[in-house]
């Protein structure tokens, strides 16, 4: 497994003044949350660490931008995210501790602060890391996926940016603000706005993002087709599986439309033919399938990709 340094003392140390101070009388929730330190900005959302002072503990509480505090829409996004997470109760998913609204109405969550390094950052530097440990990243983002698919939710954000690995060798897949849900019945409503990565308006702001988030996109996400579903998160995972054995991404192109027509319509060159490793032929054929453009011809659950993944690959590294 990958390993990282430990948490900061001051988020891990336990002490007796902490775990004995009194509790108010009267809960006030409103200044139950102190000490925050912005972590990480989206688009229209805001996520900060933050001192649980009732429990004394410091937790990740995710809000809206100022600007979006008050839309409606965007409300009921944050909501839904923060209850599919909440409903998604796996080893590999990120625990939701509280759904609530501060004292000037606007909503937030709490989850867990896991610290440690995205797989982004990993695969920066994917000549440092072994193929087992990054295959098993991948293994492990596949059981979330299972899970979730198996309880009706897609998570159509697949990519490094949106998996973490802790300091004791856990991992976690984030971001869960653009899952698809469904009614009992199997029907859909029309999407949140917000809720689709949007490709018609890029800012220069948000370009780069837009980039990254499209390498990972599967032809039905880009074009926004309303049938989508569980497998445009194989597609995702098997551009992850394909940069893993290669160091590189599926799409080429360098500009935003490059990487769209890429995606669309082209077949990826082996990974085999893109890096000087020794690339298993297994891994090689779940990332391809996986890369098909029609969704019919991928594999049809994670279960199975999980399973081949977990084949004696690794026999083929010692020939």
């Known amino acids: 497994m990958l390993n990282f340094p430990e948490p900061p003392k001051s988020y891990s140390s336990v002490f007796l003044e902490e775990t004995d101070k009194p509790l108010p009388k009267k809960i006030d929730p409103r200044t139950r949350y102190a000490f925050f ?49 909440a409903m998604l109760q796996h080893p590999n998913t990120v625990p939701t501790y509280e759904l609530g609204r501060d004292g000037r109405g606007h909503c ?27 295959i098993e990243v991948v293994i492990q983002v596949g059981h ?12 159509r954000d697949i990519k490094p940016e949106n998996i973490l690995i802790g300091p004791y060798g856990e991992v976690v897949l ?28 890029i800012t220069i702001t ?3 993002k837009a980039q990254g988030t499209a390498h990972y996109m599967s ?22 599986i394909y940069e893993v054995l290669c160091g590189k991404t599926p ?17 990826p060159v082996n990974p ?9 032929q297994l891994l090689e054929k779940v990332a391809m399938r996986s890369l098909s453009k029609d969704p019919q011809q991928r594999y049809q659950t994670m279960n199975e990709v999980i399973r081949l993944l977990q084949q004696d690959w690794r026999s083929e590294l010692k020939r």
């Open 37 to 85: 330190s912005t972590i990480a900005e989206g688009g229209k959302s805001v996520i900060k660490s933050c001192k649980d002072l009732h429990l004394s503990r410091f937790i990740c509480y995710k809000t809206l931008k100022p600007e979006f505090a008050d839309d409606e829409i965007e409300q009921q996004r944050l909501i839904r995210e923060a209850r599919v997470s």
């Open 108 to 134: 937030y969550f709490t989850m867990k602060l896991v610290h440690g390094y995205t797989l982004r950052e990993i695969l920066n530097y994917r000549e440092r890391y072994d193929l087992m440990q990054l």
């Open 144 to 155: 979330a996926l299972e899970y979730a698919h198996t309880h009706g939710v897609a998570h």
């Open 174 to 201: 984030l971001d869960w603000g653009l899952a698809k849900v469904w009614h009992p019945d199997g029907s859909s409503d029309p999407e949140l706005k917000g809720s689709v990565v949007e490709i018609n308006d």
């Open 206 to 208: 948000n370009m780069g």
């Open 219 to 240: 032809p039905e996400q880009i074009k926004q087709d309303s049938g989508i579903n569980h497998r445009t998160d194989i597609f995702s995972l098997g551009a992850i």
């Open 251 to 267: 799409a080429n192109g360098e500009q935003l439309y490059e990487i769209i027509e890429s995606v669309q319509n082209d077949t």
């Open 272 to 280: 085999s033919e893109r890096t000087k490793l020794k690339v298993p």
